[in-house]
């Protein structure tokens, strides 16, 4: 009985729906986005191969042909190669609870 009040705990900890945004802004951080991306509230090298990534919110397309949802900005950052494989965006191994979370910053850039 108590265990399983435990395990539900935990999964209730890990099922983190809209991402943590602030986590989001520091994995961009990690993975290195900004050697192509400028990015606001990100330190980095400001790079400009990719497109800056401000207003991305108030975006109706990624990349210039994918509706700009939640589900499919994860599907973009862990994989760009797959959905289209003309893009430069290489892919970075980004797992799906790290897509969620800069998903979730991505979306406060209004
Ligand atoms: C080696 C350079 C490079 C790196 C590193 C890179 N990107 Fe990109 N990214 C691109 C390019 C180039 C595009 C434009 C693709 C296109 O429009 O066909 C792009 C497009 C995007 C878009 C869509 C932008 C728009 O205006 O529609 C988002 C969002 C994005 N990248 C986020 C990220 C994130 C987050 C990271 C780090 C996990 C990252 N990128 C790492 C090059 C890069």
């Not at 991306?37 to 401000?54: A, K, N």
Request: hydrophobic share 35%.
């Amino acid at each position: 009985m108590k265990r399983a009040f435990v395990l539900l705990l935990v999964l209730a900890a890990c099922k983190q729906e809209n991402g943590n945004a602030q986590h989001g802004k520091e994995l961009m951080q990690k993975y290195g986005c900004t050697s192509c991306h400028e990015i606001p509230g990100v330190p980095g090298p400001r790079g400009s191969v990719g497109p800056p990534l401000d207003h991305m919110a108030a975006r109706t397309t990624i990349a210039g042909k994918f509706p700009n949802n939640p589900e499919t900005m994860m599907k973009w950052l862990q994989n760009p190669q797959s959905m289209d494989p003309q893009n430069t965006m290489p892919n970075l191994n980004v797992t799906p609870e790290d897509s969620r979370d800069m998903t979730a910053f991505l979306y406060t850039l209004k």
